[in-house]
């Protein structure tokens, strides 16, 4: 029997991510509880998913601080009084402090829609498209204090095709962050978890498949 991660989830807009992760709570996937949803924007739809659920939700409206400090303090406050262990930063988007990680150390995560380190940052599904990169995808990482650098956990891989623009791009990666942030969130409440540097290791893992894809497709072996 796992112990339930206590989690705390901030965000900013859609909520997709979030739902994925309180679906998989709901069908017994993922050993968590969600103590609290965090929203910097009062007009956030996740807020909106939270009230079907039954999950607490705060809004802290960064507009109404003198300072990022001041911001992140009152995130911190919140989210120690809820009793959260582990950060899930879904579509949350601010930059954080280092207050904030000397707060929640390694216990922040993060998904981001490209196969870091490439393109980091905003519109990163546009500049895949632009660059011309045959695939593409998507990463769960521990957050640091940096853009987009923190240690990876996890990482899916989608094509990229010719008649591809950002947006069909965005919903192909889209359904595999649904599929491996709830991933993630489990390894770590099975606490399988091992961190060494810029390497993460899952314990007791067995091998993902060595067959290679290729894009576009091969048509002579
Ligand atoms: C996702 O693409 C995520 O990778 C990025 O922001 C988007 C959030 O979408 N960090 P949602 O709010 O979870 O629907």
Do not use: W
Request: with cysteine; hydrophobic share 45%.
């Amino acid at each position: 029997m796992v112990k339930k991660v206590s989690v705390g989830v901030l965000v900013s807009g859609s909520g997709s991510n979030l739902q994925s992760l309180i679906d998989h709570i709901d069908q017994g996937a993922l050993d968590a509880e969600i103590r609290l949803v965090l929203s910097n924007n009062p007009d956030a739809f996740a807020l909106e998913r939270c009230r079907k659920h039954g999950i607490p939700t705060v809004v802290v409206d960064h507009r109404e601080f003198a300072s990022r400090e001041l911001f992140d303090g009152r995130m911190i406050e919140i989210l120690n009084a809820a009793g959260v262990e582990l950060v899930v930063m879904a579509g949350f988007m601010r930059i954080l402090s280092p207050e904030f990680f000397r707060a929640f150390p390694l216990r922040i995560m993060n998904i981001h829609p490209a196969l870091l380190p490439a393109f980091p940052g905003t519109h990163v599904q546009q500049k895949a498209v632009d660059y011309g990169v045959k695939f593409s995808g998507c990463t769960v990482h521990f957050a640091d204090e940096g853009v987009d650098s923190g240690p990876i956990i996890i990482q899916a891989v989608v094509p990229v095709y010719d008649e591809d623009d950002a947006e069909s791009l965005a919903a192909r990666i889209l359904k595999e962050e649904h599929r491996i942030y709830p991933q993630a969130v489990q390894y770590y409440a099975e606490g399988r978890i091992e961190i060494e540097g810029r390497r993460v290791r899952i314990r007791n893992l067995c091998r993902t498949t060595e067959k290679a894809a290729q894009n576009p497709p091969l048509t002579i072996y």
